[in-house]
């Protein structure tokens, strides 16, 4: 009788401690994604003029609005600033950016 209430509990014990090994492992490598997905660019507003400055060059520009209509679409525009106009009656749009490398960002934008 002694030995099977013995067995139970150390496999209980064995148990609760994978499990907190198991969860302590994936945090650091959240982190490390997180650090190598930054965005080489900043959206800058004033009212509805809005203007994109990149580290590198932009190759390509597309904004289109939350009912998805393209407003803007602009290629191989190899510069490292854009800017633009809100469109009007929207509040909210995406913006998409190209960079020379190939890269792609989206980005949800809005004005109020």
């Given at each position: 009788?002694?030995?099977?209430?013995?067995?139970?509990?150390?496999?209980?014990?064995?148990?609760?401690?994978?499990?907190?090994?198991?969860?302590?492992?994936?945090?650091?490598?959240?982190?490390?994604?997180?650090?190598?997905?930054?965005?080489?660019?900043?959206?800058?507003?004033?009212?509805?003029?809005?203007?994109?400055?990149?580290?590198?060059?932009?190759?390509?520009?597309?904004?289109?609005?939350?009912?998805?209509?393209?407003?803007?679409e602009e290629k191989n525009l190899n510069?490292?600033?854009?800017?633009?106009?809100?469109?009007?009656?929207?509040?909210?749009?995406?913006?998409?950016?190209?960079?020379?490398?190939?890269?792609?960002?989206?980005?949800?934008?809005?004005?109020?």
């Amino acid at each position: 009788m002694v030995k099977p209430a013995i067995r139970i509990t150390f496999l209980l014990v064995l148990l609760l401690t994978s499990f907190a090994f198991i969860h302590a492992q994936a945090k650091p490598l959240r982190s490390e994604e997180t650090k190598s997905t930054t965005k080489p660019f900043k959206i800058l507003t004033n009212g509805r003029q809005i203007t994109i400055q990149a580290r590198q060059t932009i190759k390509s520009v597309m904004l289109w609005t939350a009912g998805g209509h393209r407003f803007i679409e602009e290629k191989n525009l190899n510069t490292t600033s854009y800017t633009f106009t809100f469109p009007p009656k929207e509040k909210i749009c995406f913006l998409m950016i190209e960079t020379a490398e190939g890269k792609r960002f989206t980005e949800k934008i809005g004005v109020q």
